[in-house]
């Protein structure tokens, strides 16, 4: 089974601009749900997806936002790049429920210049 | 809001030697999760160990244990015989019971196997 797939694996980016990052769940998984992760502030929760529903938001500006299709692949979209916005950004994947494992992905690394 | 510490930066052991992280959390819920993440330089966060609140008995997989102290919010990873390849970050998490699953992660412990 392919586990949770992430692309592009590396991106670059001036200031300003937009981003547009994907997901793909492993096969079955119906939540979906993104992190930042930074050296200064570590792994931070953006948002979560269940069913094409977002299901809970972390504490980002709404330059972040994202969505969920019917085949529970998901994307985030980062408008006016900031600096601060570098990171790697990791995505998980559940079947969704309490008792559900979440599985990551290798992230996307997100450099703005 | 749930908070988690990691309060060791960085650790070490030699390899076949036994090795603990300590986390301790904050919480005022009664039902939750707690988790230990490996995360080696390929980035790939890897779920190593998984404890339930309700739950007295402390997780084990294989060489991976877990001590938790609940009135304590404490949880400790322990890795025995250690391998060169535990070297990784280790992340504490936690996640609430019910509804989002939104994992709040600690600082991080990056751990050093020698040989």
């Known amino acids: 089974k392919a586990g949770v797939t992430q692309t592009p694996r590396y991106l670059i980016k001036t200031r300003g601009q937009q981003v547009t990052l994907s997901c793909s769940p492993i096969?079955?998984?119906?939540?979906v749900s993104w992190y930042q992760q930074t050296p200064g502030q570590g792994l931070q929760f953006l948002f979560e997806?269940?069913?094409?529903?977002?299901?809970n938001k972390g504490n980002f500006p709404g330059r972040f936002s994202g969505r969920q299709f019917s085949n529970s692949r998901s994307e985030m979209n980062v408008s006016t790049l900031e600096l601060g916005d570098s990171a790697l950004y990791l995505c998980a994947s559940s079947l969704g429920g309490d008792n559900q494992p979440q599985h990551f992905g290798d992230g996307t690394r997100l450099s703005i210049l | 809001a749930q908070t988690v510490t990691q309060s060791q930066p960085e650790m070490s052991v030699q390899e076949a030697e036994t090795v603990t992280l300590s986390c301790t959390y904050d919480?005022?819920?009664?039902?939750?999760?707690l988790f230990w993440y490996k995360q080696p330089p390929s980035r790939q966060m890897i779920l190593v160990i998984r404890?339930?609140?309700?739950?007295?008995q402390n997780a084990t997989e294989n060489r991976f244990s877990v001590n938790f102290q609940k009135a304590a919010k404490s949880f400790s990873l322990k890795i025995s015989d250690s391998q060169l390849g535990d070297a990784a970050m280790y992340f504490c998490?936690?996640?609430?019971?019910?509804?989002?699953?939104?994992?709040?992660f600690g600082k991080g412990t990056k751990l050093t196997v020698n040989p």
């Open positions: 096969s079955g998984h119906r939540s």
């Open positions: 997806y269940f069913s094409e529903t977002q299901r």
């Open positions: 404890q339930e609140a309700y739950k007295q």
């Open positions: 919480t005022s819920e009664s039902d939750y999760y």
């Open positions: 998490a936690y996640r609430r019971q019910g509804g989002s699953e939104k994992l709040v």
